[in-house]
């Protein structure tokens, strides 16, 4: 079956700007997790979304948002980039949600913010 | 609160010698413990979790995890790398409350010499 597919793969933004990554979950799969992952600070959780409903959020600024849909696909929104938002954004999906559901994780998207 | 220790930034072996990835965590109750690779260019791919019962864990690619509460480690080891190990590795914990997410350790960087 297909993974989790993250679009687009590459993306670049100017600071001020908004920007919107899509995660496809596997099929079947009702949670998903974003992640950011910087060189400095490794992978940090920003949110979880379980049957359209956000169950857990991470230590981030406002700017940072995302919704799930019906379809359990998801979105994530940053708006007013800054240069240290640009990272690889890692969306996981998972049957389940909490720490015992194995995560499956996309390819990520690269964000460079110039 | 939850944290994870990946004391080693880099580690560089030999083709063939054994590895031992160091993983330290800290968290007030029983946690699950995971290990994940991610090889340059892609998401994160989980090698192995415990959750519970033997400490011993085995998984794919021939690695396998000792989990030690008196120490609150979680050692990844493998006996003998291949080439195609060379990638980043991350020890991370969950929380055995459900509502918790996953945190990550900084990761390892694994060279391999031929």
């Known amino acids: 079956k297909a993974g989790v597919t993250q679009t687009p793969r590459y993306l670049i933004k100017t600071r001020g700007q908004q920007v919107t990554l899509s995660c496809s979950p596997i099929s079947g799969h009702r949670s998903v997790s974003w992640y950011q992952q910087t060189p400095g600070q490794g992978l940090q959780f920003l949110f979880e979304?379980?049957?359209?409903?956000?169950?857990n959020k991470g230590n981030f600024p406002g700017r940072f948002s995302g919704r799930q849909f019906s379809n359990s696909r998801s979105e994530m929104n940053v708006s007013t980039l800054e240069l240290g938002d640009s990272a690889l954004y890692l969306c996981a999906s998972s049957l389940g949600s909490g720490a015992d559901t194995e995560a499956f994780f996309g390819q990520g998207t690269r964000l460079t913010v110039v | 609160a939850q944290s994870v220790t990946q004391p080693d930034i880099h580690i560089t072996v030999s083709e063939g010698a054994s590895l031992e990835l160091r993983c330290n965590y800290s968290?007030?109750?029983?946690?699950?413990l995971f290990w994940y690779v991610q090889s340059p260019g892609q998401g994160l791919q989980l090698l192995l979790k415990y959750f519970s019962g033997d400490t011993l864990v085995q998984g794919i690619k021939g690695f396998e995890a000792e989990f030690k509460r008196s120490q609150s480690s979680f050692n990844l080891r493998k006996p003998s790398v291949h080439w195609s190990d060379a990638a980043e590795y991350f020890c991370?914990?969950?929380?055995?409350?459900?509502?918790?997410?996953?945190?990550f350790g900084k990761g390892t960087r694994l060279h391999i010499l031929p």
């Open positions: 991370a914990v969950g929380a055995v409350n459900r509502d918790d997410k996953i945190i």
């Open positions: 968290y007030g109750a029983t946690p699950y």
């Open positions: 979304y379980f049957s359209e409903t956000q169950r």
